[in-house]
Structure formats: C-alpha cells, structure tokens
C-alpha cells in the first residue's frame, strides 16, 4: 500500500511562486507516473500535470503550461510541482497521485494524498 502526502500548499498574492511537495511512503512509487490535480471550490477535479516513471517526460494542462514545472526524485520517492506566476484562478486543493492511465487519467486504482490547499490572492 502507498500512502502519499502533499505539503507546500500556502497563501501567495498573484504573480507570486509556490513549490508543492508530495512524499510517498509504504512501498517505492518508482515504478508509476506520477501528477498532480487539482479541484477549485464548486468544480471538479482537473489534472494539472505528470511525469514519466523516469522523470524524462512531463505533460502540462493548457492552464498552467510555461508556469509549472513538475520533477520528481526517485531515491527519495517524491515528485514536485514548481508553480510561477501564480493566478487566483489556480486557487484549489491540489492533489498528489500515483498511477495513470493514458497521459492525463488518474487509473481507477490510483494512489491519490489528501491533498494540499492553494489560495492566490489578487
């Protein structure tokens, strides 16, 4: 079983930076894409981006393409999300997870944390 925790989420006025850190525990996540996704108030959850079990490939949402930058560290079983200019409309939980399907797809047995607010201020 893995079980995923999130941290760096915070309070930034727009144009402002945040990094999000999610942190996998139980059994090694090396072998699974990992992303993140977010869910703003009243709507649903988005993906925002992924990376690759390597680390050699990331995909991006259109809404955050050139602002994020997602990585990850296999030894330390942990995957980043480096978040630039932020925009209030980026406020949301965001969520770490394990496991695709497809490029943007969380699986149906996909290992998901609790999640990590964001709230961009104008």
């Known amino acids: 079983q893995v079980q995923l925790v999130e941290s760096g989420g915070g309070s930034v006025q727009a144009g402002g930076s945040l990094r999000l850190s999610c942190a996998a525990s139980g059994r090694s996540v090396s072998t699974y894409n990992l992303g993140w996704f977010r869910q703003a108030p009243g709507k649903e959850r988005e993906f925002v981006a992924r990376?690759?079990?390597?680390?050699?490939?990331?995909i991006y949402a259109d809404s955050v393409k050139g602002r994020c930058t997602i990585t990850r560290d296999n030894a330390r079983d942990t995957v980043f999300l480096q978040m630039n200019s932020l925009k209030p409309e980026d406020t949301g939980v965001y969520y770490c997870?394990?496991?695709?399907?497809?490029?943007?797809?969380?699986?149906?047995?996909?290992?998901w944390g609790q999640g990590t607010q964001v709230t961009v201020s104008s």
């Open positions: 997870v394990a496991n695709f399907i497809g490029t943007t797809r969380a699986a149906p047995d996909a290992y």
């Open positions: 990376i690759s079990r390597s680390g050699g490939s990331t």
